[in-house]
T-cell receptor
Framework: ETGVTQSPTHLIKTRGQQVTLRCSSQSGHNTVSWYQQALGQGPQFIFQYYREEENGRGNFPPRFSGLQFPNYSSELNVNALELDDSALYLC???FGGGVPDTQYFGPGTRLTVL | AQTVTQSQPEMSVQEAETVTLSCTYDTSENNYYLFWYKQPPSRQMILVIRQEAYKQQNATENRFSVNFQKAAKSFSLKISDSQLGDTAMYFCAFMKPRMNSGGSNYKLTFGKGTLLTVNP
């Protein structure tokens, strides 16, 4: 069974640029959630995708957007990067089949905005 | 909105000893789930243990056990026989399942974490 994977591992961007982060869900999972973890803080929920549709969103501006593909992999896109977007971005997959299920996390992408 | 509080920013324990990490939460919900995750320096968030609020029995996973006090909204983690590999940031998390046609999972709300160091 393949776990959750994320790419890239690290990324450096400058303010105003756009970035795309990728996540492959664990085998058998159809739900992907994205979290932002600032240094020294707990992860904050960005949004969740279930069967290719957004299934809930946290308190993040519209320049944070996402996609989920038919194979349940997912992308997180951030436009007009700001310095405060520097963080560890975590994705987690789970099975949203009517029974609340545990979310399993990937290793994260460290984004640095200069 | 739900909040999760971990009042111990840092803790340390000697190898082979027992340590308890505290977590309290605030919710008006009756049905929810609680989790402990660990995040070692490698930064991958790893599930330690899960507790369903409707279950009175405290969850256990090998050396890890919880003390779930629903009325007090308290969810502490006990680590027995601490090992060097237990050194990590530990996060308490709350989930209120949302049942709708779009799937039943919903967001995790995390505390700020407790940095646990196991000393040889």
């Amino acid at each position: 069974e393949t776990g959750v994977t994320q790419s890239p591992t690290h990324l450096i961007k400058t303010r105003g640029q756009q970035v795309t982060l990728r996540c492959s869900s664990q085998s058998g999972h159809n739900t992907v959630s994205w979290y932002q973890q600032a240094l020294g803080q707990g992860p904050q929920f960005i949004f969740q995708y279930y069967r290719e549709e957004e299934n809930g969103r946290g308190n993040f501006p519209p320049r944070f957007s996402g996609l989920q593909f038919p194979n349940y992999s997912s992308e997180l896109n951030v436009n007009a990067l700001e310095l405060d977007d520097s963080a560890l971005y975590l994705c987690a997959s789970s099975f949203g089949g009517g029974v609340p299920d545990t979310q399993y996390f990937g290793p994260g992408t460290r984004l640095t905005v200069l | 909105a739900q909040t999760v509080t971990q009042s111990q920013p840092e803790m340390s324990v000697q190898e082979a000893e027992t340590v308890t990490l505290s977590c309290t939460y605030d919710t008006s919900e009756n049905n929810y789930y609680l989790f402990w995750y660990k995040q070692p320096p490698s930064r991958q968030m790893i599930l330690v243990i899960r507790q369903e609020a409707y279950k009175q029995q405290n969850a256990t996973e090998n050396r890890f056990s919880v003390n779930f006090q629903k009325a007090a909204k308290s969810f502490s983690l006990k680590i027995s026989d601490s090992q060097l590999g237990d050194t990590a940031m530990y996060f308490c998390a709350f989930m209120k399942p949302r049942m709708n046609s779009g799937g039943s999972n919903y967001k995790l709300t995390f505390g700020k974490g407790t940095l646990l160091t196991v000393n040889p």
